[in-house]
């Protein structure tokens, strides 16, 4: 059994991840290199995403509106040097308030983590 948390950074995580690299590459004019160099991560990974092999989830939560403006917050903050990490919790707090997990997530998740 996962707490949320733990469904949140091995399922989700990497959507949010590919939708602020998208946000920067498509909106802020950034190359995959300098998107890589922002976030903390490669240039491949960074390819990985925009060509949606990782980060599979995107579809899932490009449909919430909130979900949308917070990466776009993000993407925003980055682009302007004044983001360092994201904060998991926000994440985690973001899903479960907009219901986010299917079903099945849910059935996976324990109760521990309350974010």
Do not use: W
């Not at 903390?40 to 060509?51: I, L």
């Amino acid at each position: 059994m996962k707490t949320f948390c733990e469904i949140v950074v091995s399922d989700f995580l990497p959507a949010m991840r590919a939708m602020v690299a998208k946000e920067l590459i498509n909106n802020y004019h950034m190359t995959q290199t300098d998107v890589a160099k922002k976030m903390g991560m490669t240039q491949p990974a960074v390819s990985y995403y925009m060509r949606e092999l990782r980060g599979t989830k995107v579809k899932i939560l490009q449909k919430n509106e909130k979900l949308l403006e917070f990466v776009k917050k993000v993407a925003a903050e980055i682009a302007a040097d004044k983001h360092e990490t994201i904060n998991m919790h926000e994440i985690c707090k973001h899903l479960r308030d907009e219901n986010i997990l299917t079903d099945r997530e849910k059935l996976q998740c324990c109760s521990l983590c309350k974010c």
